[in-house]
């Protein structure tokens, strides 16, 4: 029996929408509720007989089809995508499915032999990216996320347990203090903006000379100093990131703590305008025994509905990486 990730989506939406009204919460606030609600086992009260219908069938669905952990995500994502739409709050953004395969698959080459390892984002949101990536991989994966929006955290956590994932998360400022041992890699689609901390901002190289310091910024800085040694790090960054104010600075820290291994611009067609435009940057952290590449790997992505020109991306990305470990 084939999962429908559309059905499955069309009862939570349902799920979602009927406690929307009846508790007055905003759509992805109720989303957390009715991801509990699948996953306890108490009776619960609904105001009416299709809410109950919606969780007796999200049950059937989850629990007796069993389907993929990815499958689950997806339909988790559909609700996050609805619940999202119009949002002012920039942090309430989803990483598309085809960056997040992308990444997944970029990581999976760099980590190839690797049977198991630590993964971070810190600034795991409602844990999208992440989960995606994990369940992209062939390792066995232990996944820890940082995320300060309370509802966003939540959303994580519940979509972490209905996929049976091991990932802790840590609800918090990504940038003070975290109580996380060094990770094999990062992933993450950094915020971008300015960071009003001032006073935490002091602490990083990366803080600005003057008024406040660029979160991308300080992202970058966190994630490498929670990276081990020649672990690698995979961001979505925006494409001014090396042209606008303060990027000399970034460029000079860059050069001392890492290695920069591929720049690949996503497509325009993904984005309302050339100015939110966003590209994959790929680095490893130096250690003692890392080199540069040989030559940084850039590439302009196609649009990924264009299947022979993404086939032909991953051909010159398998040479790349043929390349380099003939070095």
Known sequence: MTFEVDKAFKYLDQLTMSIEKTEEETYLDSLVFALRAIQTEEALAFPDAETEE????????????????????KVIQLALIKGMK??????????????????GYFLQKLLNDTK?????????????LLTAVINQVSAEVEGYGSE????????????????????????????????????????????VGYYPNDEQAAHFDLQAEEGHSYAHHLFIEQS???????GYLVFVIPNFLFTSEQSEQLQVFLRKQAH????????????????????????QKQ?????????????????????????????????????????
């Open 54 to 73: 919606s969780v007796v069938k999200l049950k059937e669905l989850f629990y007796q089809e069993k389907p993929d952990k990815e499958s689950i995500r």
């Open 86 to 103: 119009g949002s002012t709050q920039q942090q309430h953004v989803v990483t598309p499915d085809s960056v997040a395969m992308f990444i």
């Open 116 to 128: 198991q390892f630590r993964l971070f984002d810190p600034a795991s949101g409602a844990g999208n």
């Open 148 to 191: 300060i929006d309370p509802t966003l955290i939540q959303l994580a956590v519940e979509s972490a347990n209905l996929q049976q994932l091991s990932i802790e998360f840590f609800h918090q400022d990504a940038l003070m203090p975290l109580l996380l041992d060094p990770a094999d890699a990062v992933v993450a689609d950094l915020p």
């Open 224 to 230: 490498l100093r929670y990276t081990k040694e020649a």
């Open 260 to 283: 920069i291994l591929a720049m690949l611009q996503l497509p325009l067609s993904m984005f309302s305008s050339e100015q939110h435009a966003k590209s994959i940057l790929v680095l």
């Open 287 to 327: 250690g003692t025994d890392t080199q540069a590449p040989k030559q940084t790997l850039m590439a302009q992505l196609p649009s990924f509905k264009d299947v022979n020109a993404t086939h032909n991306i991953l051909r010159k990305i398998d040479g790349w990486f043929q390349t380099e470990a003939e070095k």
